[in-house]
Antibody
C-alpha cells in the first residue's frame, strides 16, 4: 500500500524557517517525481513545487521561488521542503503527493499544518 | 500562466440526481486535465486523469469529458458519499488547480 506521511509542521514566527518531511513507503520512491501542494484551511489547492525522480530537476511556484527548496533522499525514501522567510500568507496545510505521470497526482499524504504567526 | 475556472462554485442536489461541473482553461490544454475529489478534513483523491480516464477503483458514476479549453465532470447518480469539493487541475504548463466546486445534498 502506498503511504505518504508528512511531518514537520507547526507554529513559526514571521521571517522564520521550517523544514517539512514526507516519508514514503509502498512504492519505488526513487522512480517517481514528487510534489508539494498547499491549502489554506477552507480554501483551494495551490501547487508549490515538484522534483524529478533523481533530484536533479526542481520547479517552483512564483510565490515561493527563492524562499523554498524542495529536495529528496532516495536512500531514505523521504521528500523535503525547506521553507525560509515565512509570512502569514504561507500559513496552510502542506501535502506531499506522488506524480503518477506528467503531473497527475495519484497519491497524497494526510498533510501537515504550517502556521506563521507572531 | 494558465488560469482555471470552475462553475458552479457550489451546488446542492438530491440523491440520484445527475450532477455536472464545468472547468475552463485560459489557454488550450488539449486533454491535460485531471479531476480530484476532496472530502472535509481529508486529502484530495484522483478521480479522472487525461480529461476522461477513470482512475482505478473509482466508481463508474464519475466521468469526464472535453478537450482544448472546456471540460465537464459528471456524477451520473449522486450518492451521499459524494459530498465533497471537486477540483480540476491542468498539467499542460506546470500545474494549476481550479477554485473548486462544493457539492452538497
Amino acid at each position: 500500500e502506498v503511504q505518504l506521511v508528512e511531518s514537520g509542521g507547526g507554529l513559526v514566527q514571521p521571517g522564520g524557517s521550517l523544514r517539512l518531511s514526507c516519508a514514503a513507503s509502498g512504492f519505488s520512491f526513487r522512480s517517481y517525481w514528487m510534489h508539494w501542494v498547499r491549502q489554506v484551511p477552507g480554501k483551494g489547492l495551490v501547487w508549490v513545487s515538484r522534483i524529478n525522480s533523481d533530484g536533479s530537476g526542481t520547479t517552483y511556484a512564483d510565490s515561493v521561488k527563492g524562499r523554498f527548496t524542495i529536495s529528496r533522499d532516495n536512500a531514505k525514501n523521504t521528500l523535503y521542503l525547506q521553507m525560509h522567510s515565512l509570512t502569514a500568507e504561507d500559513t496552510a496545510v502542506y501535502y506531499c503527493a506522488r506524480d503518477l505521470v506528467a503531473s497527475t497526482l495519484a497519491q497524497w499524504g494526510q498533510g501537515t499544518l504550517v502556521s506563521v504567526s507572531s | 500562466d494558465i488560469q482555471m475556472t470552475q462553475s458552479p462554485s457550489s451546488l446542492s442536489a438530491s440523491v440520484g440526481d445527475r450532477v455536472t461541473i464545468t472547468c475552463q482553461a485560459s489557454h488550450d490544454i488539449t486533454k491535460y486535465l485531471n479531476w480530484y475529489q476532496q472530502k472535509p478534513g481529508k486529502a484530495p483523491k484522483l478521480l479522472i486523469y487525461d480529461a476522461s480516464n477513470l482512475e482505478t477503483g473509482v466508481p463508474s458514476r464519475f466521468s469526464g469529458s472535453g478537450s482544448g479549453t472546456n471540460f465537464t465532470f459528471t456524477i451520473s447518480s449522486l450518492q451521499p458519499e459524494d459530498i465533497a469539493t471537486y477540483y480540476c487541475q491542468q498539467y499542460d504548463n506546470l500545474l494549476t488547480f481550479g477554485p473548486g466546486t462544493k457539492v452538497d445534498i
